[in-house]
């Protein structure tokens, strides 16, 4: 049979030889109960790469962004995304199902939303109105053909979340993509957020799982909540 190259995403990649001998020769323990060496070892690499206090490994992308969620809103507050995020399109609404929160979808250009617009779209509580508590950036974006958003944007919608005493999450499931292509240090752009999610099975190229990273408190909660979403490996 004659080979074919796979284009339809970097998640069809498959271990080299190399890593399926890592993957056996590893030092494995059971990770709810906090003994597995290897993920503790994998998530505090991830905290010093993102310059985050602590991380929480994930067996997905969309469990990672449902953790932040549910960890840094409560029920009946409202979440701006843009209107093609993937957290909002492609993550099967979990924003409603598990955390009771209701996005807000804004425009953007080619994925980097205006700032202006964001700080419009940031609501007060009133009985008819829901608290905005989160603002979800994604770089680079999915479903803008790989776009990366510029660090000026995020920083300018920082600089708005900080103003307004809410939280920003960067969905950076290829981060790593991102920082090849504009130059600018993961950490950089992880600085700019309060919590950031990477996938391991996507730029990184291996098989499974992804990160989160943020605050220690935020993760001992998100610890939890994995739990809850049946997250927890043994």
């Not at 190259?5 to 993957?23: C, G, I, L, Q």
């Not at 924003?95 to 617009?117: C, K, N, Q, W, Y």
Request: include cysteine; aromatic fraction near 4%.
């Amino acid at each position: 049979m004659s080979e074919i190259s796979d284009f339809r995403s970097d998640t069809v990649t498959r271990p080299t030889e190399k890593m399926r001998r890592a993957m056996a020769e590893a030092v494995v323990g059971d990770d709810v109960l906090g003994d597995d060496p290897t993920v503790q070892e994998l998530e505090r690499l991830a905290a010093e790469k993102m310059g985050q206090e602590a991380a929480l490994f994930v067996p997905s992308g969309t469990m990672g962004n449902s953790i932040a969620v549910k960890v840094w809103t409560r029920e009946l507050d409202e979440v701006i995304v843009e209107a093609r995020s993937h957290i909002y399109n492609m993550e099967s609404t979990h924003m409603t199902f598990i955390s009771r929160v209701s996005p807000r979808p804004l425009p953007s250009r080619r994925g980097a939303m205006d700032p202006e617009e964001v700080e419009r779209n940031i609501r007060k509580p009133s009985v008819h109105i829901p608290r905005t508590s989160l603002v979800c950036v994604e770089n680079t974006h999915n479903n803008w053909s790989g776009a990366v958003v510029p660090i000026e944007n995020i920083g300018a919608i920082r600089e708005i979340t900080l103003r307004q005493g809410i939280k920003l999450h960067l969905d950076g499931a290829r981060i790593f993509n991102a920082s090849t292509a504009s130059g600018v240090p993961v950490k950089e752009y992880a600085a700019l957020a309060d919590s950031v999610m990477f996938c391991l099975s996507k730029g990184l190229s291996a098989p499974v799982g992804s990160l989160l990273a943020g605050p220690r408190d935020f993760i001992d909660y998100g610890r939890r909540v994995r739990k809850a979403l049946g997250g927890g490996l043994r």
